[in-house]
């Protein structure tokens, strides 16, 4: 079966401070890839996605970064974190058009 | 700009009722229409997903889609306390890969 894995769970992390969030996909081949951002009381953004090894397309200008170095693994990135960058991080995946499956989560706080 | 419009609620509801949560959305072109449900603290689990007009039914819930007036529900029958959490419509709008928007989400407690 298909799992999702992110980490870490909850990160502190000091304005200006850089930031790496991996996510993997394992079970699956060729995911589609997906990194979003939900802010307190707030909708989930859309922030990067991918297709494939090496091609990720941005949705919001920002200070954050997106990698794909393998099939199923997927970064995300900042050289000088803000504190607007503060909240919920979250991954997903998709093979199909059913929906994505989202991983557990990385809670930031920038301070 | 894609919008997907959900009332934020919080909507209350008795133990073994029906919760009735709505969704609009603004671009006619859109396809495919699903449910999540996020519990506070937690990641959105997919409930469902329609495509088409009408109805899908799966255990408690069903959806409803009616694309003329774009337009989307999710019904949740015999409502539990553990149907309490924050319920998410999200609309593709990917040409290709899927590119799910999300609405901010409807605060949903089943009172016992």
């Known amino acids: 079966s298909q799992t999702i894995h992110q980490w870490p769970a909850t990160l502190v992390q000091p304005v200006g401070s850089p930031l790496s969030l991996e996510c993997t996909v394992e079970g699956t081949s060729n995911p589609n890839l997906y990194w979003y951002r939900q802010a307190a009381g707030r909708g989930l953004q859309l922030l990067f996605y991918?297709?494939?090894?090496?091609?990720i397309s941005s949705e919001v200008p920002q200070n954050l970064s997106a990698s794909r170095p393998q099939d199923r693994q997927f970064i995300l990135s900042s050289k000088k974190l803000l504190l607007s960058d503060s909240g919920f991080y979250l991954c997903?995946?998709?093979?199909?058009?059913?929906?994505?499956?989202f991983g557990s989560g990385t809670r930031l706080t920038v301070v | 700009q894609k919008e997907v419009e959900q009332n934020s609620g919080p909507l209350s509801v008795p133990e073994g009722a029906i919760a009735s949560l709505n969704c609009t959305y603004s671009d006619r072109g859109s396809q495919s229409f699903f449910w999540y449900r996020q519990y506070s603290g937690k990641s959105p689990e997919l409930i469902m997903f329609?495509?088409?007009?009408g109805d899908k039914e799966d255990g408690r819930f069903t959806a409803q889609l009616n694309k003329a007036s774009q337009y989307v529900s999710l019904l949740i029958r015999d409502s539990q306390p553990s149907d309490s959490a924050t319920y998410l419509c999200a609309v593709n709008y990917g040409q290709g890969a899927q590119k799910l928007v999300f609405g901010q989400g409807t605060r949903l407690t089943i009172n016992p």
């Open positions: 997903a995946w998709s093979v199909n058009s059913y929906g994505y499956t």
């Open positions: 329609i495509y088409s007009n």
């Open positions: 991918s297709v494939g090894i090496g091609q």
